[in-house]
């Protein structure tokens, strides 16, 4: 049958997985990247900790491998991320602990820091994500004021940041990114505050194209049935919209034990998956749908999320689960 990325385009909406670019010498690795998708992201290897470890000296190997792929295979590539508060360098957050970097400091580093790094892949990246994980769950109604760079340099950084990036490449969509806003919560207050901060940035006519939402799902929770209503506010306030980090994490002991037991088909993963592919399908301007890697060795979730796991379309074998034809069906 057709692949994700055949019957994608029919539709025109690109069909994405972020890529462990060391993964591509694994030739079914690299075949499945190629086949099945029409734009890759790097999962790690554009952020800050990895393209500046030591400062001034810059790596970009592994973006620049991944999007020689890309070029290779005809596909388009979302950067990210130019704005967060992981995966820093240690000498930046080290310098900013121990007082040797200022304020006003950080603000030339991460000017230069956004800079640099657009305009080292200008004119090759599709997204970017600019902008990352700004609100919280625990205090969802607002701008995180405890994140790194808010407490350092006020919440009129993330603006700069969009402007930054816009002047280094004015071509390349620039998208703000984050979890669990787009109908993931069961008072929507953090959806809320994300449309309402988004609002003031295209109101105040910061560059900005777009918004991702992650999509990281659970099977204990269920699929956040106002998916599409918050997607479509958002492209109401004349923005695209992608689904940018796919994945539903299930319980490595035993995977349905967290599912009760009338919701086992609704809460099942190849239902979340289905769901979270029609909210996007449902909104013209939702563009893309990004998986967080698709193969289950490949995924960040063991690492992160305790007794948690096999969240991702293919297996550890990497042969398609039967998620993969309920996306065909979808599409
Ligand atoms: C994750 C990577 O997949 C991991 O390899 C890394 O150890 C931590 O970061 N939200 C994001 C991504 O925006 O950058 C994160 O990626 C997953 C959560």
Not at 24 to 51: C, H, R
Not at 81 to 87: A, G, R, S
Not at 295 to 324: C, H, M, R
Request: charge should be negative; glycine fraction near 6%.
């Amino acid at each position: 049958s057709d692949s994700l990325r055949a019957l994608a385009s029919k539709i025109d909406l690109h069909i994405g997985t972020a890529v462990v670019p060391y993964d591509l010498d694994n030739p079914d690795y690299a075949k499945i990247a190629a086949t099945q998708f029409s734009v890759v992201t790097p999962g790690n290897e554009m952020k800050w900790q990895v393209v500046e470890p030591t400062q001034g000296t810059y790596d970009w190997s592994g973006g620049d491998r991944l999007v020689q792929f890309a070029q290779q295979n005809h596909q388009l590539v979302r950067g990210h991320v130019l704005l967060w508060h992981n995966q820093l360098p240690d000498w930046l957050t080290t310098g900013v602990t121990n007082g040797t970097i200022s304020d006003a400091q950080l603000r030339d580093l991460l000017h230069k820091h956004i800079t640099d790094e657009v305009t080292h892949f200008k004119g090759k990246i599709w997204q970017w994500d600019v902008a990352n994980e700004f609100f919280t769950d625990d205090n969802p109604s607002q701008l995180n004021p405890n994140d790194f760079w808010i407490s350092h340099l006020g919440t009129g950084v993330i603006a700069d940041a969009f402007r930054w990036a816009h002047a280094a490449d004015p071509k390349a969509l620039l998208f703000y990114n984050d979890y669990n806003i787009a109908g993931e919560d069961g008072t929507n207050a953090k959806s809320d505050a994300a449309y309402t901060f988004i609002k003031q940035l295209v109101a105040q006519g910061v560059p900005i194209s777009g918004v991702g939402d992650q999509g990281h799902l659970d099977t204990q929770y269920g699929f956040p049935t106002k998916m599409t209503d918050d997607l479509q506010r958002f492209a109401n306030l004349g923005l695209k919209t992608a689904i940018t980090e796919a994945d539903v994490r299930t319980f490595v002991d035993s995977p349905t034990t967290q599912v009760p037991t009338d919701h086992l088909a609704t809460f099942a993963q190849p239902y979340e998956y289905s769901q979270m592919l029609q909210a996007c399908l449902a909104v013209k301007q939702c563009i893309s749908f990004t998986v967080w890697g698709f193969g289950d060795t490949d995924s960040w979730i063991p690492g992160w999320f305790t007794n948690e796991g096999y969240a991702n379309l293919y297996d550890v074998n990497l042969a398609p689960k039967p998620v993969v034809a309920d996306l065909q069906q979808d599409l």
